[in-house]
């Protein structure tokens, strides 16, 4: 019931900031906001339903942790 709820509602919510984007608004910062809404969608969905999802900080955890771990083994 909450994924509906929150589904019906980014919807709502895409759909009126995208009518007046369309309005006002250019192009690229119409699709810039789609993109990113549905991203926000998704990951919201994947969060109440428990499923695995990628989110922003995924590149930092994968890339970045392992070498900081490596040169603070280094530098002790």
Avoid: D
Avoid at 47 to 56: A, D, K, N, R, V
């Amino acid at each position: 019931m909450k994924t509906l709820l929150f589904s019906m509602g980014m919807i709502g919510l895409i759909y009126f900031i995208s009518k007046y984007l369309h309005k006002h608004g250019n192009k690229t910062e119409l699709l810039l906001f789609v993109l990113l809404m549905v991203y926000t969608t998704y990951e919201g969905i994947a969060e109440l339903q428990g499923l695995p999802h990628i989110s922003i900080i995924y590149p930092v955890e994968r890339l970045l942790e392992p070498i900081g771990r490596w040169l603070e083994q280094r530098l002790s």
